[in-house]
């Protein structure tokens, strides 16, 4: 989101801008890319001890805080179950109990179908999962050095003083789906900034911190660093949470990205060019 | 922890998300995503199973960890507890209570038949007795044992530490790691028997104990009596358990099934320090 050079105009209304540079780009997908493996290679490393904990260990004397499992239920037939604080919730289906991929029942926390590997196996997810911790991390670093660099975050990402005084009304027009036209869409709008900043600057330094909490080695680097955390076993419970916020992110970035314009959006983050229409139709290429 | 699925599956080609012309876009959009995932899915299951693929590329992140780990904190000493901080009870894991007749009569004479045999490529191979391990300057430590599976319990070790049983048997200037070799056979036919690998810098470290005392008691059966190794900076499947045997060797390629270790053997990393 970058330079107003204009590319030369397409048939339809509206004109093409040149939003998303090369590098942001690059760095976009391999973001996508690594993200989800993380993501499905983690559900396969928790499925490995279902069970999340709040403290330096697992055996404190106090019962998990999340814990997936399976049981007989009453009438004797196997009963997925989630517990939460205690509460549990019939998961049958989709937590702690699903069909595999010969349509088979498991019982598995998270069901072959998220997973990376799709069957049981923690020493391959361990591997896919450390591989890709470094793509992510080194691409994360490489987005920063750029995004100060080239002024990205400066110019793009942090919220003017205007931005912040119309928030309430950036909510309404998100409650509303209304999304901003014309000029006003070549910029991101003052909730796109404050979600995109706190992904980046709280919620993926906090998941990689607690990432590195759950390392016996790198916990020697600085004594006592991980009570910081709450512990080692609070670390994995914060790790595990902050995934699954990322994945609500997502959803909602997917989701927006839908309803204001899907192949706008997807040509401006392949190609770079994202059309503004003049009159005031929403963006999307039709 | 488990041994790995035997892994069958993923050969499954995902069926071809059916693209219809006529659809309206919507639902080819759902299906394309679909079939987007179920390809990921059994292309990922594909490249696991592959011989090239978790090999050269992502044992790469293994690779770097180690490096990384090297360089920032080689001689970093683990995190001690305190006496409130331990686990009411230790979790046994793994074998519980090896099956060979040879240990179940060196627990029925109280491990005084048993001795530690020290050899490989050292000037002077021996073997200690507990009672010779008992006698040589002890450690005791606080840490926190961390499973791969994810688990962690705080116990409180009593032991030597390995540096005085490696100074005292003088290895050979080729000697560059320390192999466990243990007591539980980890096949049901009494075959393949536990075995762990450390470096010898690893094995010089501190904290690194063979120890035989938990929470100050003679160290359980169930937690690898009578003597089994602290690594306290690696992943529980270091901390070899019912140790007979430590050998130094210039390489562990020619051992069992020459990744180092029983769970290495089974594709697990050799690093254990993420």
Redesign the interface.
């Known amino acids: 989101m970058s330079d107003t050079a204009t590319a030369p105009n397409t048939a339809s209304a509206g004109r093409l801008y040149y939003r998303h540079t090369l590098p942001v780009r690059v760095m976009h997908w391999t973001n996508v890319l690594s993200l989800?493996?993380l993501l499905?290679s983690g559900l396969q490393?928790?499925n490995?001890?279902p069970?999340l904990?709040w403290g330096?260990?697992?055996?404190?004397?106090n019962p998990p805080v999340l814990e997936i499992g399976s049981r007989q239920g009453s009438g004797g037939q196997p009963v997925g179950f989630t517990r939460i604080f205690g509460h549990e919730f019939d998961t049958t289906g989709v937590l702690g109990l699903s069909s595999g991929?010969?349509g088979s029942l498991q019982r598995v926390a998270f069901p072959s179908?998220v997973t990376?590997?799709?069957?049981?196996?923690?020493?391959?997810a361990?591997?896919?999962?450390?591989?890709?911790?470094?793509v992510f991390v080194l691409n994360g670093l490489a987005y920063l050095f750029y995004g100060l660099w080239s002024g990205h975050l400066r110019r793009d990402l942090w919220p003017t003083r205007p931005d912040l005084a119309g928030i309430g009304r950036s909510i309404l027009d998100h409650i509303r789906f209304r999304h901003p036209q014309g000029e006003a869409a070549r910029r991101y709008n003052v909730l796109q900034k404050l979600a995109y900043l706190a992904v980046i600057f709280v919620l993926l330094p906090l998941i990689i911190l607690a990432g590195w909490a759950?390392?016996?080695?790198?916990?020697?680097?600085w004594?006592?660093w991980?009570d910081l955390l709450g512990g080692?076993?609070s670390a994995?419970t914060v790790h595990f949470v902050i995934a699954c916020l990322l994945t609500a992110f997502v959803a909602v970035h997917v989701f927006e990205v839908i309803v204001s314009g899907?192949w706008n959006h997807l040509r401006s983050m392949i190609t770079g060019y994202y059309r503004v229409n003049e009159g005031g139709h929403d963006g999307s290429a039709r | 922890m488990d041994r790995r699925a035997e892994v069958p599956g993923g050969k499954d080609g995902s069926p071809p998300a059916r693209l219809l012309v006529s659809s309206p876009r919507r639902s080819l959009l759902r299906g394309g995503l679909a079939g987007l995932g179920a390809a990921l899915l059994a292309g990922c299951d594909r490249l696991s199973n592959s011989a090239w693929f978790p090999e050269q590329v992502l044992s790469l992140g293994e690779r770097l960890s180690s490096a990384v780990h090297q360089t920032l904190a080689a001689k970093a000493m683990a995190q001690e507890f305190t006496e409130a901080d331990l686990s009411p009870v230790f979790r046994s894991n793994g074998t519980a209570n090896p099956e060979s007749s040879e240990y179940q009569k060196l627990v029925a004479g109280e491990f005084s038949d048993w001795a530690l045999q020290v050899s490989g490529l050292v000037e002077q191979p021996m073997s200690f007795n507990l009672a010779a391990l008992r006698a040589l300057p002890a450690r005791t430590q606080i840490t926190r044992h961390d499973c791969v599976e994810g688990w962690s319990a705080i116990g409180k070790w009593t032991g030597v530490p390995l540096a005085q049983i490696i100074e005292q048997v003088k290895p050979t200037a080729n000697a560059r790691f320390v192999v466990f070799h243990c007591a539980d056979p980890m096949e049901s036919d009494g075959t393949h028997p536990y075995y762990e690998s450390i470096d010898l810098a690893e094995a010089s470290h501190p904290q690194t104990l063979l120890a035989y005392e938990l929470n100050g008691k003679p160290l359980p059966v169930a937690n690898g009596a009578p003597l089994r190794l602290r690594v306290e900076r690696q992943l529980g499947y270091k901390q070899a358990k019912y140790l007979m045997r430590i050998e130094l060797v210039e390489s562990f390629a020619s051992i069992g099934g020459g990744r180092g270790g029983y769970w290495e053997d089974e594709g697990y990393q050799w690093y254990a320090g993420i």
């Open positions: 989800t493996l499905m490393i928790f490995a001890h069970r904990y330096k260990s697992s055996y404190t004397g991929s010969n179908a990376v590997p799709g069957p049981y196996w923690l020493s391959m361990r591997n896919w999962h450390f591989f890709f911790a470094w759950m390392s016996p080695w790198l916990d020697g680097v004594p006592g991980v080692r076993q994995r899907l």
